[in-house]
């Protein structure tokens, strides 16, 4: 267990962060864990196995890509009659969901690249692997556009899209998290009203709302103040089929790590995007509106 110890506090610390990531570190884990697991026969495989998915999974509780993918090679392991069999079923689940996880991930860029237009203004918030895929995407299909995006506090994720997106070539304007919603809105400038706002997601609901890291509201709630149009991109593995999901609380000391005694800090790492601020959830089944997404996950998922 040391290894998934170590994976645990690497995802805990956000040593590795975004929904993907996260997801994938899980899933590699239990992979290699599977074929340290000494036990005599299934029962006992499946009891250490579901140990170390469940601290895994208990590093990041709004993430349901992870829970999504551990679903998946559970369920495959209902089919394993001993522990060797066992072993080679994580091992091929893995595999598989993994690839799958990357199929999708190549679908949404292209689904979303045809969305970016020439001289677009395209504002973004935090880090999303899956955001920079379509906006990379859409540089390499020889658009030209500009892109706004947040400092992301209080750990900066922004500073990594940043990054990320000037090495691919593309022009980036960081602003401050408190300014994204005035800044977007007409009382700002109106030579920088965005055409549109493409943010990644940790999770879709069931009532077609998205989760997605904190300051994600304010800036979905301007932009539609501003009838500027929405898009959530993300996978439909991220489908948590419940209006609700566990609201992550990351520690106090990210926001003041000196702070006065009795001080209390609220630190949450996510919030709820409502489903009417949003124009299209941007999927591996195309461009969709937010009351189809627990329609089309069944369709391309039927097991979640």
Same mark, same amino acid.
């Given at each position: ?134 906006? =990379? ?46 800044? =977007? ?46 898009? =959530? ?39 709820? =995007? ?31």
């Amino acid at each position: 267990m040391q290894k998934i110890r170590s994976t645990f506090q690497k995802i805990k610390k956000l040593e590795v962060q975004g929904a993907s990531a996260v997801a994938t570190a899980i899933a590699i884990s239990l992979k290699n864990y599977s074929s340290r697991i000494e036990a005599k026969d299934k029962r006992g495989f499946i009891k250490q196995f579901k140990e170390a998915a469940d601290l895994l999974l208990s590093s990041r509780p709004t993430e349901p890509l992870s829970f999504n993918l551990v679903k998946y090679i559970f369920l495959k392991l209902k089919k394993a009659k001993n522990a060797k069999e066992c072993t080679l079923i994580v091992k091929k689940s893995v595999d598989d969901i993994l690839k799958t996880l990357e199929e999708s991930r190549r679908k949404i860029a292209r689904h979303g690249a045809e969305l970016v237009k020439n001289n677009d203004n395209i504002f973004t918030h935090c880090h999303s692997s899956v955001v920079e895929d379509i906006l =990379i995407r859409a540089k390499k299909s020889k658009k030209k556009f500009n892109v706004f995006n947040t400092e992301t506090r209080p750990l900066l994720q922004g500073h990594i899209t940043a990054k990320n997106l000037l090495k691919a070539g593309i022009y980036v304007t960081m602003v401050t998290d408190a300014s994204a919603g005035f800044f =977007i809105s007409r009382f700002s400038d109106r030579g920088l009203m965005m055409d549109k706002v493409i943010i990644g997601c940790d999770a879709m609901l069931l009532d077609g709302s998205c989760v997605n890291k904190i300051g994600s509201f304010v800036t979905a709630l301007a932009a539609h103040n501003e009838k500027e149009k929405v898009y =959530i991109a993300g996978s439909l593995l991220k489908f948590h089929p419940k209006n609700w999901i566990k609201i992550e609380k990351r520690p106090a000391k990210e926001i003041w790590s000196s702070a006065p005694k009795n001080l209390k800090i609220i630190n949450l790492a996510f919030d709820v =995007i409502p489903s009417e601020y949003i124009e299209g959830i941007i999927c591996e089944a195309g461009i969709i509106k937010p009351n189809q997404v627990a329609r089309k996950a069944k369709e391309i998922y039927p097991w979640l």
